[in-house]
């Protein structure tokens, strides 16, 4: 926290290197919550940009009430839900449709286990999920966030994001387990 403030301060002032370790220190935070809202690469970079460009900008008006991380999630989740309503992408989808079995590329489980990263295929899959969904997994397991940082960063209440995460993790539990499932089918 002392060393946030420090940071802060520098930056306030102007230090770019202060800037630039920030920018360092968040930038995988910002990219994921972005690209949960907002998966196109190319406009979630984009978006990225901005909630650095308003991070900078207002950082002199954090009041350090919660964690910097948790400030600059939500300028990066608010930002990202903006960009999404500004270009009427219906990035939502409703519970079950959403639930689009992933297929292997590969024909068989142990050539997919060589092949694939598996932090990569099950980001495969949290992208399917619907993007509450998506949100609440992406801070609470990738990005560590508690429940309660959760719910400063979203506004969503924390028995919903409570109900997100169970309902998030059967889904993928749900997803695992067809994909498995198919895979020893397919033998």
């Given at each position: 926290m002392v060393e946030e403030k420090k940071m802060i301060a520098q930056i306030i002032k102007g230090d770019t290197n202060a800037f630039s370790s920030l920018v360092d220190k968040y930038?995988?935070?910002i990219f994921h919550v972005v690209k949960r809202v907002v998966p196109e690469q190319m406009d979630a970079e984009d978006v990225s940009q901005e909630v650095f460009v308003k991070v900078y900008r207002s950082i002199g008006s954090f009041k350090h009430q919660s964690k910097?991380?948790?400030w600059i999630a939500k300028i990066a989740y608010l930002t990202a839900l903006n960009?999404?309503?500004k270009y009427k992408r219906n990035l939502t989808e409703d519970y079950p449709e959403?639930?689009?079995?992933l297929k292997s590329d590969q024909d068989n489980p142990a050539?997919?286990?060589?092949?694939?990263n598996?932090?990569?295929?099950?980001?495969k899959l949290i992208e399917q999920l619907p993007e509450q969904y998506r949100i609440v997994v992406t801070l609470f397991h990738l990005e560590e966030f508690s429940v309660e940082e959760i719910n400063e960063t979203t506004g969503m209440p924390e028995g919903t994001v409570k109900s997100y995460l169970y309902r998030a993790r059967k889904m993928l539990k749900d997803k695992i387990k067809d994909h498995l499932k198919d895979d020893y089918e397919e033998r």
């Amino acid at each position: 926290m002392v060393e946030e403030k420090k940071m802060i301060a520098q930056i306030i002032k102007g230090d770019t290197n202060a800037f630039s370790s920030l920018v360092d220190k968040y930038q995988n935070l910002i990219f994921h919550v972005v690209k949960r809202v907002v998966p196109e690469q190319m406009d979630a970079e984009d978006v990225s940009q901005e909630v650095f460009v308003k991070v900078y900008r207002s950082i002199g008006s954090f009041k350090h009430q919660s964690k910097l991380s948790t400030w600059i999630a939500k300028i990066a989740y608010l930002t990202a839900l903006n960009h999404a309503k500004k270009y009427k992408r219906n990035l939502t989808e409703d519970y079950p449709e959403a639930v689009v079995r992933l297929k292997s590329d590969q024909d068989n489980p142990a050539e997919q286990l060589s092949k694939k990263n598996t932090s990569e295929h099950l980001n495969k899959l949290i992208e399917q999920l619907p993007e509450q969904y998506r949100i609440v997994v992406t801070l609470f397991h990738l990005e560590e966030f508690s429940v309660e940082e959760i719910n400063e960063t979203t506004g969503m209440p924390e028995g919903t994001v409570k109900s997100y995460l169970y309902r998030a993790r059967k889904m993928l539990k749900d997803k695992i387990k067809d994909h498995l499932k198919d895979d020893y089918e397919e033998r």
